[in-house]
């Protein structure tokens, strides 16, 4: 399982460990991910993803999962991601 957030995109990053002595030494910076389930109101059901703490706090911001995905980029999406996408516009647009 990757450690990629599947709405946004953020992945590990990298830097130094800096010691008292400023020796330097390479390291990862992972993002802080987290399992949930969100609900979709165009569709009436729930979505199990792998998102980031600040994804989650963007998602809320924007009213909901349906919301955030109507503005999302396809380029930062996962796959299941941008399937629920199309399933959510193809639902808003029959409603």
């Known amino acids: 399982m990757s450690r990629v957030c599947e709405l946004t995109g953020k992945g590990p ?5 800096v010691s ?3 020796n330097r030494t390479r390291r990862r910076f992972l993002p802080n991910l987290n399992d949930v389930t969100l609900q979709s109101e165009a569709l009436d059901r729930g979505f199990k993803l792998r998102i980031s703490a600040a994804a989650l706090r963007s998602v809320d911001h924007r009213g909901g999962l349906d919301a955030f995905l109507a503005k999302a980029k396809d380029v930062e999406l996962s796959a299941n ?6 399933d959510v516009a193809k639902a808003l647009a029959t409603a």
């Open 81 to 86: 991601a941008l399937k629920i996408k199309k």
């Open 20 to 22: 008292h002595a400023k």
């Open 13 to 17: 990053m990298t830097g130094n460990n």
